[in-house]
């Protein structure tokens, strides 16, 4: 079965500091790999693609890295604001079923 | 702006009901996605239309159906042979197919509640 993993569920840091958010997935068979910011009872907002023969993207402070053979991908948010509060989810398309499989999203709280 | 509209925002359903969410996108998009999210969890695809007048299930349609009789509209009705509609739904869509690696595009969400 094909699955996205996000741990930690939450996770709270203080102003300032640089983090990482992960996301695993089962298949190495993938298409492709999206980062999501979502507020609360919003909609989602697309960060980040990444295609699977690229390596990473970058936008501002973000930066989504992908290594299909480990089955696994990172977020990396630099200087984070408080603003940057909210659930970060990760969805990876696999090229076997082409639909897109959802982690559950961690919970980012930045405190100023 | 161009987007995806969802209506309504919130929605109460009595026991035996059926309901219709509104989704309707200006993007010029040919594909469209009706997603469910329950508290804590990831999104469930539940039906998605690659094109007009024609639609697929996803992985929970039971209890849901929905037309694509319009480019631009993806209407979502909730039956009452859904036993557990109590959810945040989301309209998504792409301009095309998800296979074509196109970012994918979201509404703002309906929340609906059974009373």
């Known amino acids: 079965k094909q699955e996205v993993t996000q741990i930690p569920a939450a996770l709270s840091v203080p102003e300032g500091e640089n983090l990482v958010l992960n996301c695993s997935f089962t298949?190495?068979?993938?298409?492709?790999l999206q980062w999501f910011r979502q507020d609360p009872g919003k909609g989602l907002t697309s960060l980040l693609l990444?295609?699977?023969?690229?390596r990473e993207q970058t936008s501002g402070r973000l930066n989504a890295s992908l290594d299909k053979s480990s089955g696994r991908s990172t977020l990396y948010i630099a200087a984070s604001q408080p603003g940057d509060s909210a659930t970060y989810l990760c969805?990876?398309?696999?090229?076997?079923?082409?639909?897109?499989?959802f982690g559950k999203g961690t919970l980012l709280t930045v405190n100023p | 702006d161009g987007g995806i509209t969802q209506s309504p925002k919130y929605l109460f359903r009595k026991e035996g009901q059926n309901v219709t969410l509104s989704c309707e996108q200006n993007?010029?998009?040919?594909?469209m996605y009706w997603y469910r999210q329950d508290p804590g969890q990831g999104l469930r695809l539940i039906y998605y239309?690659?094109?007009?007048?024609?639609?697929q299930k996803g992985d929970i349609a039971e209890g849901y159906s929905v037309s694509r009789e319009k480019k631009e509209s993806f209407p979502l009705t909730v039956t009452s042979a859904q036993k557990n509609p109590t959810a945040f739904y989301l309209c998504?869509?792409?301009?095309?197919?998800?296979?074509?690696?196109?970012?994918?595009?979201f509404g703002e969400g309906s929340w609906l509640t059974v009373v």
């Open positions: 993007l010029n998009h040919d594909a």
């Open positions: 990444i295609q699977s023969s690229q």
């Open positions: 239309s690659q094109i007009v007048n024609d639609f």
């Open positions: 969805a990876a398309l696999f090229g076997s079923n082409y639909k897109l499989t």
């Open positions: 998504a869509s792409t301009e095309d197919g998800v296979v074509s690696g196109n970012t994918i595009y």
């Open positions: 298949d190495s068979a993938i298409y492709n």
